[in-house]
């Protein structure tokens, strides 16, 4: 059934509602069908009143609309002229009319009419040129379909976008007239087909639905619409077909959709400060949202924080770096990986060799007929464009921008854009650059810093790791290994706070302290005392420096970051198998017992350095031969997803399995704890294994106060040598010994104390319960004494001084012949 057939009665609800004209539509009988508001408010008539009646009764004067439908029929589209309508109340409305032909039905043409009121425009000619501009100059496009959604009728706005008249594609379906379109709106039907079939189905009118697509007038850009769609009724409510109205808005999608790429290049470009990871995020934004494909080159020496030459004049070797293509697939359509780094040169004429050469974007563009690829680009693109990498006035590399047959050629604005992503891109690689020169200097003083190889002890075995925070950069932890007189070790670890190179070099003046400190053989708690003062008095020459300054006295950053330093120290004693433990601030070690048994021992907690006020204790641990010591700092057991206590439960696990080799206990407490490294803060892990010295390899004797004891140390020394086998080093023992325990005898008081000990050397120790302290010394020609402790420390490779509650212990060590050195760890 055609839709105009002259027996229905044909009600425009959508768009007679909608328009501001007084209109009427009337089928081929003259009887109104359809009318607007604006006709009611011209008129009096509403439109239950005149809907189904002749046009007649709108005529002034008796006129009637039937001895024209002859004349009509066969007239052109549109037809003007001046009338005289009748108002509802009787008075005279002197309009002008145009009357536009929709469709031919079996009676005869349905029409269109439009009435303006003459005294609204200031003449005849004036009022004509407006209404004919109603249908043939508005720039909405107004189409309307039928219930099969064929093409019946289009404006002239609508049908500029059409290769052929109007009259030619009457008839053609909806998804034949824009293939291939895209509908941009979320949520929306992914064909405009289905959008007008549902419509057409619910009577719900879809309103500013944007779409994209190429009309067949031209075919050589994207345009992109703003459409609203309502369903046709008749009068009885039986649907007719639908009604579009669409707006050209590509310039403004265009505009909106640059400034989104602005603002996701902001968000997405530059979120690390990891060079590769830079460049890859300015090709996840460029494609497809910017270009087809897009590949970077850098300057070789960023990625690792070199500083380029101040310009790059001509088209040196570049690092390939990145490239990507809508959706990222290659041309052969395998799924594109990221390209490894490798050397890239430009040719001369290239546009790449031209924007480095010159520091500007180049762009180059192929013929619409031309099939000669651009040099360096692909063969479909023909479009390419090149901008260099530019920050501080140095150029880092160049991006390179593709576009293709399906995507528009660049414009200006596309230029001034590209230009945007790629000063966005340059500033947030030199950024990143930079950071990595600081993290690798931090890195490589740092290693400089930390203990390289650890010499083989008697004591105990270890094993160590440090990871430095891949996100926030080198910090201050750091780890120690300190041998001490007696066969004893001491186990250090620390944590600076901040990262950078003030940390680490914070860290390494610190680990210098202690180990000086260590060296004196204070006991933890008293070195950690001293450390505690070193720190203070640093935090104080910087106070009184910013006063003198005039700076703030608040602390900043270019102060030394020694406060709140944290630090656990340690002595273990293979003799007796004890451990001596005091901490400032630092979380306890973990302890595994040789069967298993896993404890956080209770230590007495310190203040940090440098805060003062609290005095540190010592605690002793009893360790049995193979027991398992972890010392660690908090960025081991502590990460963004999880606390410090679910930290210590995973490390606790691992541990559990301590008969494991420890290099291998190392690497499967990393893989547990930090199995992707640590993020904000970095890491140090010591793994310590306990021994003893065997009984026999430690020989004690207790001596009286009496001068003849000497002779009778000197004797117990010599055969304890020659058991040992070490009859070679007899006469230089039993000169040390006889002069410590004379020394002993005329300065101190108390029981004396003989004690030998085969060790990684020959230790030999005398105790006695004075607190004096020996001093070397040169003595004259004319001192009758003063000479012995001066060729005891000439005898031996090293010598010193020990305190403890109950008195003091010199002690001296001599190398062991090679054959007789002992088993090590």
């Not at 209770?602 to 940090?608: A, F, I, N, R, Y």
Request: one cysteine or more.
């Amino acid at each position: 059934m055609n839709v105009w057939n002259a027996k229905d009665s044909v009600y425009f609800r959508g768009p007679l509602d909608v328009t501001r004209a007084a209109t009427a539509v009337l089928d081929a009988r003259g009887w109104v069908v359809g009318w607007s508001p604006a006709a009611e408010e011209m008129l009096g008539y509403r439109s239950d009143e005149i809907v189904g009646h002749s046009v007649d009764v709108l005529f002034a004067g008796g006129r009637s609309w039937q001895p024209g439908l002859a004349e009509w029929r066969d007239a052109p589209n549109v037809r003007s002229n001046a009338v005289d309508l009748k108002h509802q109340d009787g008075h005279i409305v002197r309009s002008a009319t145009m009357m536009s032909r929709l469709s031919h039905g079996d009676e005869g043409p349905a029409w269109v009419v439009v009435a303006a009121e003459l005294e609204e425009v200031h003449d005849w000619e004036a009022g004509q040129a407006m209404l004919r501009g109603l249908a043939t100059q508005s720039p909405i496009s107004l189409t309307i379909y039928d219930t099969e959604l064929r093409l019946a009728w289009a404006n002239t706005a609508s049908g500029r976008e059409f290769a052929e008249p109007v009259e030619d594609v009457v008839g053609t379906l909806s998804q034949d007239l824009y293939p291939g379109g895209e509908v941009l709106t979320e949520g929306a039907p992914s064909t405009l087909e289905q959008v007008m079939r549902d419509v057409l189905a619910t009577g719900e009118p879809v309103v500013d639905l944007r779409y994209r697509g190429r009309p067949p007038a031209d075919r050589e850009q994207d345009h992109v619409w703003s459409c609203s769609y309502y369903r046709l009724q008749d009068a009885r409510g039986q649907t007719l077909g639908v009604c579009e109205d669409a707006f050209d808005v590509t310039d403004r999608y265009l505009a909106q959709r640059r400034l989104a790429l602005l603002v996701r290049a902001g968000s997405h470009i530059g979120t690390t400060l990891d060079v590769a990871r830079t460049v890859t995020e300015c090709t996840e934004v460029s494609v497809p949202g910017f270009a087809d494909a897009v590949v970077v080159d850098l300057v070789e020496g960023v990625t690792e924080g070199e500083e380029p030459g101040p310009g790059q004049t001509r088209p040196e070797p570049l690092l390939r770096m990145a490239r990507r293509s809508a959706g990222g697939v290659s041309e052969e359509g395998a799924p594109e990986a990221p390209p490894a780094e490798r050397r890239i040169t430009y040719a001369e004429e290239s546009p790449q060799a031209r924007s480095l050469s010159s520091g500007l974007r180049v762009l180059e563009e192929s013929g619409p007929d031309e099939e000669v690829p651009l040099p360096d680009a692909e063969p479909w693109a023909h479009s390419v464009l090149a901008v260099p990498l530019r920050a501080r006035g140095t150029t880092l590399g160049l991006v390179t921008y593709l576009r293709g047959p399906a995507c528009a050629r660049f414009d200006t604005d596309d230029l001034s854009l590209a230009e945007e992503l790629a000063a966005r891109t340059a500033v947030c690689i030199d950024n990143a650059r930079r950071y990595t020169r600081e993290r690798e200097a931090a890195l490589a003083l740092q290693r400089d810093l930390l203990p390289r190889n650890i010499p083989p002890q008697t004591a105990v075995e270890v094993a160590h790791r440090y990871l430095p925070a891949h996100l926030a950069g080198v910090g201050g932890d750091w780890f120690d290994v300190v041998p001490l007189s007696g066969a004893r070790v001491g186990l250090v670890v620390g944590d600076v706070v901040g990262h950078g190179l003030r940390a680490a070099a914070t860290m390494g003046r610190l680990r210098t302290s202690v180990r000086a400190l260590a060296r004196l053989d204070y006991t933890p708690d008293e070195l950690l005392t001293r450390l505690d003062d070193l720190a203070e008095q640093t935090s104080e020459e910087q106070t009184l420096a910013r006063r003198v300054s005039g700076r703030p006295t608040e602390p900043g950053p270019d102060d030394d970051p020694a406060l709140g330093v944290t630090c656990l120290y340690a002595v273990y004693d293979p003799v007796t198998g004890r451990c001596s433990v005091a901490r400032a601030g630092h979380p306890p070690p973990a302890v595994v017992a040789p069967d298993g048994a896993l404890t956080y021992p209770e230590l007495p907690s310190g203040p940090p350095l440098g805060l003062g006020g609290l005095p540190f204790e010592s605690a002793e641990l009893e360790l049995p031969p193979g027991s398992l010591m972890a010392l660690f700092t908090d960025g081991l057991v502590m990460g963004k997803d999880h606390d410090m206590e679910l930290g210590l439960e995973r490390l606790g696990r691992v541990l559990s399995d301590h008969e494991k080799p420890l290099e291998e206990l190392c690497d499967q407490v990393i893989a547990e704890l930090l199995p992707e490294g640590p993020a904000a803060d970095d890491a140090a892990l010591l793994l310590v294994r306990t021994h003893v010295l065997d009984t026999c390899e430690v020989a004690v004797w207790e001596l009286p106060l009496d001068p003849a004891a000497v002779a009778r140390a000197r004797g117990l020394a010599s055969r304890q040598l020659d058991s040992w086998g070490l009859a070679d080093l007899s006469f230089t023992t039993e000169l040390v010994v006889s002069e410590l325990v004379t020394n002993a005898i005329h300065y101190a008081s108390g029981p004396i104390q003989l004690r030998l000990i085969r060790d990684r050397s020959l230790l030999c120790e005398v105790s006695d319960a004075g607190h004096t302290t020996p001093h070397l010394r040169r003595a004259t020609s004319e001192d009758e004494g003063g000479r012995g402790l001066f060729i005891v420390a000439h005898m031996v490779q090293r010598w010193g001084t020990r305190y403890s509650p109950a008195g003091k212990t010199i002690w001296t060590e001599q190398n062991l012949p090679p054959a007789d050195a002992p088993r090590t760890y």
